[in-house]
């Protein structure tokens, strides 16, 4: 007869799961065994198992498959956690499987014994303890069917003895994704449609939940005459070829993105969960569309809330609104955006003599040598920002990033996943130098696993938005230095090749060669430390902040760290 583990590993071959993720283990023995003698499953060895889970988490974004991921007990699965936090609230489908100690010894203490499914519980759509073989494979497919159709992290506690069990059940099930249509009551469509009709400034927000929803929302933008702003996550779906799309908005945003919102009379929010209660109109009118319910209202008060797919509810609103003569608000949102990007532009550009590479123009250089199916990922911070700002999607290249749950140090994670998921692709991951250090073992597994991916590192010898952050706030800069090595070096020292680039003249060829490189390379580019990410709305607090910062790192003897501030962004600010 089977085992429990020989069972686990014929189902997941019957669900097309080529590859999972993970650090073998003691109590994983049964599961890596299984996937040995089945020969079909790729165990992609990492050097950390938060590692796992998120190159799983990008696995799963850019398949749009589940994706798997093993921990042995205790600590091991633990390291989980916090790329299950990232694939949970990313909404991607990811299962885990998190071995435990012996049956016999729960609730002992254990030599590492924990407790996986109530660790686990907050960071799944379902999590599980298998206490008896007899419980399999009917768990296994309950797990897998939730990640799937709730978008989500499904996780299954299993003791290495238990794992060993004999099966008396053998079956594989195949576990199809059911592609529903939702779409709102024709009530609250013409209750829609009445309040989009006798409204004049129209602003369209759009989220991840306009991914294959392009063409309807653009339609509908047209008809409406509204500006489209987009939120990070509906940057890749919704920004290219869209002659109404006017940036950002929110902290990473454009000038133009905000004032398209702040202006409008009426705010139609498409499959965004968009965070930032500061950066919604006061007086406009809102709607919102989510296929969640329970999303609506939960970043700003709503007039009508619609359960809806984006595309299908755009294309049933559509026959319903009468097309906008007056386009004068959607016209001048277009011109402010130009103008806003070309501002922008100005900024990407090469540093004179030899002072330090402004890292805009790094990304706008990468955005012209990446291949047009490129797979970015980017860490959290100042290379998210200039991946929102710099980088071009046009409907064939993905970006990807812990947009919501917001890690550090997962642009090499989730590049592993991308380029294992994908590896006839391009993938670029932005890393910032402290995120990079962070997981810095994760090179290695480029190198034992084949994998290409070209990391850029955007060297700042800081933990650059967090600067940002406490002089916003008013605090002199403390505990953010970074004392880094040569990352280049190292990289050719783990077998990768690698590059250096601390002047602006070197950097388009050095991009150019990484890039081009056949096999994992990195580029180590020493960039200014100094550059401001300026949001779209300098508010009064902030103002005051920086006032303050100006003011306490003078009185500290820090007066030249201002000096070099002026001198880095002199052209933003006046």
Not at 116 to 139: G, H, I, K, N, W
Not at 287 to 297: A, E, F, K, P, T
Request: glycine share 8%; with cysteine; hydrophobic share 45%.
């Amino acid at each position: 007869m089977a085992t429990v583990a020989e069972n686990i590993v014929r189902t997941l071959r019957a669900n097309r799961i080529d590859r999972v993720y993970g650090i073998p283990g003691d109590s994983l023995n049964g599961f890596t065994d299984a996937l040995r003698k089945d020969g079909t499953i790729r165990w992609l060895h990492v050097r950390h198992e938060e590692s796992a889970a998120f190159a799983a988490a990008a696995d799963a974004a850019i398949t749009g498959n589940l994706a798997v991921v093993a921990g042995s007990c205790g600590p091991g699965n633990l390291h989980l956690i916090n790329g299950l936090f990232d694939a949970q609230r990313s909404r991607v489908p990811v299962l885990a499987i998190a071995a435990h100690i012996p049956t016999t010894e729960i609730g002992t203490g254990y030599f590492q014994e924990t407790h996986p499914q109530e660790l686990f519980r907050e960071c799944s759509v379902y999590a599980e303890y298998v206490a008896d073989p007899a419980q399999m494979p009917r768990l296994m497919e309950i797990a897998m069917r939730a990640a799937i159709e709730e978008r989500g992290v499904a996780v299954l506690v299993i003791p290495g003895d238990v794992a060993l069990a004999e099966i008396e059940d053998d079956r594989a099930v195949v576990i199809e994704r059911a592609h529903p249509v939702v779409v709102p009551s024709p009530a609250e469509l013409e209750k829609t449609a009445e309040l989009l009709n006798a409204s004049k400034r129209i602003t369209i927000l759009a989220g991840a939940g306009a991914e294959g929803a392009h063409d309807a929302v653009v339609a509908l933008a047209d008809r409406l005459a509204a500006p489209v702003v987009h939120a990070l996550r509906g940057k890749e779906f919704i920004e290219y070829d869209n002659p109404f799309d006017v940036g950002m908005t929110g902290l990473l945003g454009f000038a133009s993105g905000y004032r398209a919102m702040e202006s409008a009379d009426t705010l139609l929010v498409l499959g965004s969960d968009f965070p930032y209660a500061q950066f919604y109109p006061d007086d406009a009118t809102t709607i919102q569309v989510d296929i969640r319910g329970s999303q609506l209202g939960k970043r700003h008060p709503l007039d009508l809330g619609l359960v809806g797919d984006v595309r299908a509810t755009a294309e049933a609103l559509l026959p319903r609104i009468a097309a906008k003569t007056d386009r004068s608000h959607l016209d001048d949102a277009v011109a402010h955006y130009r103008k806003t990007r070309t501002k922008l532009d100005e900024l990407a550009v090469p540093a004179k003599g030899r002072n330090p590479i402004h890292p805009q123009y790094l990304a706008r250089l990468l955005d012209e040598k990446a291949s047009d199916d490129a797979i970015f990922t980017a860490d959290v911070g100042s290379p998210t920002v200039w991946a929102a700002r710099y980088l071009t999607m046009n409907g064939r290249r993905r970006l990807i990033g812990s947009f919501t749950h917001g890690s550090m140090a997962n642009a090499l994670m989730h590049g592993i996943g991308a380029q294992a998921a994908q590896p006839e692709r391009q993938v670029v991951a932005l890393a910032g130098d402290g995120g990079l250090a962070m997981m810095l073992g994760e090179l290695i597994t480029l190198t034992q696993n084949r994998l290409p991916v070209k990391t850029i590192v955007v060297n700042n010898s800081s933990l650059n938005f967090v600067e940002l952050e406490m002089k916003a706030a008013g605090f002199v800069t403390y505990g953010t230095d970074l004392d880094n090595p040569d990352f280049a070096a190292v990289a050719q020292a783990l077998g990768i090749f690698a590059r250096r680039v601390e002047r602006s003249e070197d950097l388009p060829d050095a991009v150019a060669e990484v890039l081009a490189h056949d096999g994992p390379a990195l580029l180590d580019v020493v960039t200014e430390r100094q550059a401001l990410s300026m949001p779209p709305a300098i508010t009064a607090e902030q103002v005051k902040g920086f006032a303050l910062y100006a003011i306490r790192t003078v009185m500290s003897g820090r007066g030249d760290e201002l000096l070099d501030l002026a001198r880095a962004n002199w052209w933003q600010l006046f």
